[in-house]
């Protein structure tokens, strides 16, 4: 089994989209797991997106009520959250070929009382399963500083950080997205552009056009443990 874990440098960065974009391009049998969603009662999910974009089935595991941070959502609601070495566990023992693992906001947002995070959790399937973690990265000013601290950090664990992915590219980009199109590179490469809008698109349109989203690059860095 490939565990492909989506994080995002922060919220809003389209990582839904791309995780949408990651499975219509996955081969063989594939699943989306949303570990944690928060936002339920104003109706977000994230899995039911990329199911009506895509096909694929996806699941979400914890949902809760408020859009916050996991934790602090977990907290006013008065419910305890799964510890995230659960979340692994379950993961591992998944079947299909691909399983599609999407966090919640960016890689050290707390998913459960003890302080687990996406992070913890990508280092706990990596002992047991092949995983690439895919970055999100927003296409303007201050992408470059997130999108550094998020990748040193995946390889501060020894993780294989299979590339980056601007997760909405505007259709008139300006100096700044431009420049940062060559100088996110040098940080890490360059898997996918997504335009802006692409998650407005029927199924069809979409699973159609998610292929030439992604481009040629290097394999994925692999850093020993």
Request: aromatic share 4%.
């Amino acid at each position: 089994m490939k565990v492909l874990v989506v994080t995002g440098t922060s919220t809003g960065v389209g990582k839904t989209v791309a995780t949408a974009a990651l499975a219509a391009t996955a081969t063989g049998s594939a699943l989306v797991v949303k570990p944690v969603q928060t936002g339920a009662l104003s109706g977000d999910s994230d899995a039911r997106e990329v199911a009506r974009l895509t096909g694929v089935e996806a699941e979400e595991w914890t949902t809760l009520e408020e859009p916050l941070a996991p934790d602090t959502a977990a907290r006013r609601q008065g419910v305890d959250l799964p510890a995230v070495a659960s979340y692994a566990a379950r993961i591992a023992g998944l079947t299909q070929d691909t399983v599609i693992v999407e966090g919640a906001g960016g890689l050290l947002v707390r998913l459960d009382a003890g302080g687990g995070t996406l992070l913890d959790l990508a280092s706990l399937l990596d002992a047991v399963a092949e995983v690439e973690v895919v970055v999100v990265v927003a296409a303007g000013l201050g992408t470059l500083n997130h999108t550094e601290l998020t990748v040193d950090a995946l390889r501060a664990r020894g993780l294989t950080v299979r590339g980056l992915v601007i997760g909405a590219w505007p259709a008139e980009p300006g100096l700044a997205e431009q420049s940062n199109l060559d100088d996110l590179q040098r940080i890490g490469p360059l898997f996918a552009v997504i335009p802006d809008g692409a998650g407005a698109l029927d199924r069809d349109a979409f699973v159609a056009a998610a292929p030439g989203w992604f481009r040629e690059c290097p394999e994925a860095e692999v850093h020993e443990h």
